[in-house]
């Protein structure tokens, strides 16, 4: 087949375009970035440079696609997160139907059900809402959780404070996900036929904040790192000193406040998936060890 994968060499498309070249596909990877041409084309694929939110190169890349893996990635320079992203799904969208693309697997997220109160999540909402009114086109949505890699950015509050929080409390349910689970399930769905429109759940595991500060912290050796709640401000100000843009600072607290409530899980915990993903968090653990002494 012909595969289409958004998302340059990230964390997700990386590991899924290695699975779908390995297994004997035509890949092309779209990438903003000129410089990663080189090492697109290392991996067996076909690098096309440009911006997804330009339908007209999009529409391009597409033609005599069989299948398009469609992602937004994030903008930290954006001064309307939401604004963007629907911006980007109308791109999608208007390529897809150019091309006659017939079958498209798309990001999404937990809480994407919901369209207020989510932060970033809620532009996820806007794009399924803009890809599922495509007529005649599959189309099958993975929605993953909070990705583990997303502690990378707690590790300098941990060597200087000694701590790892957010906006949220130590018993918090937090349900997480490794980005080549993600990888796995986007190219076992690329590869099967489906037909209409519809939703599979991610998850690698599901812990407490507590928890979660445990194992990270017995595989850094700091036994007993507390996790810290953070006030809405803390964590606003925390970011914004951090270099944070503004716009997606508040989109992160916000974010938190969604967490808090537990609406986040409510559609995720009556389609749960009948098994995780392989990577537990105590696998994870060492990755995070690894980049934290590193």
């Known amino acids: 087949m012909k595969i289409i994968v958004t998302g340059s060499l990230g964390n997700i498309s990386k590991p ?3 699975q779908l070249i390995g297994a004997g596909h035509q890949v092309t990877v779209i990438s903003s970035n000129a410089d990663k041409v ?3 084309e290392a991996l067996g694929a076909t690098a096309a440079i440009g911006s997804i939110t330009d339908a007209d190169f999009l529409a391009k890349t597409f033609t005599g696609a069989d299948v398009v893996y469609a992602m937004v ?5 954006a ?15 208007e390529a897809i139907r150019k091309a006659g693309v017939k079958r498209v697997v798309g990001l999404s997220s ?5 369209d207020a109160g989510t932060g970033p999540i809620k532009g996820i909402h806007d794009v399924e809402g803009i890809l599922n009114k495509l007529e005649n086109v599959a189309v099958k949505f993975i929605r993953a959780p909070f990705f583990y890699v997303n502690f990378y950015n707690d590790i300098e509050l941990i060597k200087h404070q000694g701590i790892i929080g957010s906006n949220y409390p130590v018993d918090m349910r937090l349900i997480m ?4 689970d993600i990888a796995a399930a986007l190219a076992e769905e690329i590869q099967t036929e489906f037909t209409g429109k519809s939703v599979r759940y991610i998850v690698s595991d599901e812990r407490s904040a507590g928890e979660v500060a445990t194992v990270l912290g017995n595989a850094i050796g700091r036994p007993g790192l507390p996790w810290i709640e ?20 508040k989109n992160f607290v916000e974010m938190g406040v969604g967490l808090r409530s537990g609406k986040l899980w409510e559609d995720y915990d009556l389609h749960k998936p ?7 968090l105590e696998t994870f653990a060492k990755e995070f060890a690894d980049k934290y002494n590193g």
């Not at 953070?230 to 997606?248: I, K, T, V, W, Y």
């Not at 009948?274 to 537990?280: C, E, H, L, T």
């Open 16 to 18: 899924l375009a290695i």
């Open 79 to 93: 001064e309307n997160l939401r604004q963007y992203m629907n911006d980007a799904g109308n791109s999608y969208a």
């Open 177 to 180: 996900v490794h980005p080549k």
């Open 110 to 114: 937990i809480g994407a059900h919901l």
């Open 274 to 280: 009948a098994s995780p993903g392989k990577i537990s």
């Open 73 to 77: 990635p994030p903008n930290f320079g």
């Open 230 to 249: 953070f006030s809405d401000e803390q964590a606003l100000n925390g970011m914004l000193q951090a270099g944070l843009p503004e716009e997606m600072a």
């Open 38 to 40: 080189a090492a697109i």
